[in-house]
């Protein structure tokens, strides 16, 4: 599974470190900052994590992450789905 997450403010070093540090614990987990364009390139070999999981991880930096792209269907699949209802007016 390949995520990429956006988080502005990763430039920073200590911010960067402070990710190290969180993510170097998670097992079979690879990553990449950019740190141009602050976006993050998470891999995991077992779906080991799920959204909620990576975002409080951001969180606890003080970054709110946006996730890029489509979310894979196993990413989030403790939680229930349903379609959105549209009204026309």
């Not at 994590?49 to 003080?62: Q, S």
């Given at each position: 599974m390949m995520e990429q997450v956006y988080a502005a403010g990763l430039r920073d070093l200590n911010k960067v470190l402070e990710l190290d540090y969180h993510l170097e614990a998670i097992a079979r987990l690879r990553y990449r900052v950019d740190g141009n364009h602050?976006?993050?390139?998470?891999?995991?070999?077992?779906a080991t994590?799920?959204?909620?999981?990576?975002?409080?991880?951001?969180?606890?930096?003080?970054r709110n992450p946006w996730f890029i792209g489509a979310i894979p269907r196993n990413f989030g699949r403790n939680r229930k789905r349903s379609r959105l209802a549209f009204k026309r007016p």
């Open positions: 602050d976006p993050v390139y998470l891999e995991l070999d077992n994590l799920n959204g909620r999981e990576i975002r409080a991880i951001f969180l606890r930096l003080g």
